[in-house]
């Protein structure tokens, strides 16, 4: 099939290379517009966008894929089929309409749990043991499209949601390409989804990802996990903002407040409503990350110190 990828992040390109390495015609690929980046905010490409270029592709950037001059630009590609992997736009009925066999998305979960922008973040969150990906036609409704496969993964104790992120891009991307297969020789059929079991997972803001230690320390490592490295769990000190990495629940420290910091030798204990846990990387304001032993070196807390 003569195909046009779209994507965005980093997350989108192991299924941009995978069909890249497939029998389709990969005839261009649609991403969205540069962005400031970095502290120069200089306009740089998406990580899609870059991938493209290496690989030789016409590279679409549209405002807004309602653009008419966009629109006229896909059907000048002739594409059978949009496979879709994190974009990050809404499709209009307009665009859907233009490849014969729709677009095609990759959402990392099994819908239909957790529909929406941060699914992997959710299912953390939630504290589900198993998440996966589906592919599905997207149609006007968010994320509610006949299904066509899935695939299912193992949350790991310690994943944060970087770590479950890539394993599911590198296994959705197989998952993809075989949807493009069966979708082409006729050997696939999109089932509609299950009308039990929906989920939402909008997207978790930088206010959501404030650490709350008045949550038992299961919530506290979960919200942690679930926003590294994005937007990145946080907490204050002294008025500052600090930003935490992934923790580790500690047995046998159950008489710390919420919030209060222990410094032992080469550990950092900071209570919960239900025992403590165990920091692992520190960034306070204006400074480097490191470990939370040598952070508390470095900023040398008093014994009355705490977390707000």
Not at 63 to 80: G, M, S, Y
Request: aromatic share 4%; net charge negative.
């Amino acid at each position: 099939m003569r195909l046009v990828f779209a994507g965005t992040p980093e997350v989108a390109v192991p299924a941009l290379d995978a069909i890249a390495a497939s029998p389709h015609e990969l005839v261009g690929v649609v991403t969205r517009p540069d962005a400031p980046s970095g502290r120069g905010r200089k306009l740089t490409p998406s990580p899609v966008a870059q991938r493209a270029e290496e690989l030789g592709l016409p590279v679409l950037k549209p405002t807004h894929p309602r653009d008419p001059e966009f629109q006229e630009q896909l059907r000048a590609l002739e594409p059978d089929c949009c496979p879709v992997v994190a974009y990050g736009a809404l499709i209009p009925r307009s665009a859907l309409d233009i490849p014969r066999h729709g677009w095609v998305n990759l959402h990392f979960s099994v819908l239909p749990a957790w529909r929406g922008a941060a699914p992997v973040q959710h299912s953390l969150w939630a504290g589900d043991e198993y998440t996966g990906a589906t592919t599905f036609r997207i149609v006007e409704a968010l994320d509610a499209g006949p299904m066509f496969g899935v695939m299912t993964e193992r949350v790991r104790p310690t994943d944060t949601a970087g770590d479950l992120l890539t394993r599911l891009a590198e296994g959705g991307s197989e998952l993809l390409v075989a949807t493009l297969d069966g979708i082409e020789t006729g050997t696939i059929e999109a089932r509609v989804q299950p009308e039990d079991g929906v989920s939402l997972a909008p997207k978790i803001s930088v206010e959501d990802a404030r650490v709350d230690w008045s949550e038992p320390a299961i919530g506290v490592d979960r919200r942690i996990r679930a926003c590294t490295p994005g937007p990145g769990a946080w907490t204050t000190l002294d008025g500052e903002r600090v930003k935490l990495g992934a923790v580790t629940l500690e047995e046998g420290a159950d008489d710390l407040a919420p919030g209060a910091i222990r410094v032992g030798k080469n550990h950092v204990l900071v209570g919960t409503a239900s025992g403590a846990v165990r920091l692992g990387e520190v960034k306070a304001f204006g400074k480097k990350q490191m470990g939370a032993a040598d952070w508390a070196r470095g900023v040398r807390l008093p014994d009355t110190a705490r977390f707000e």
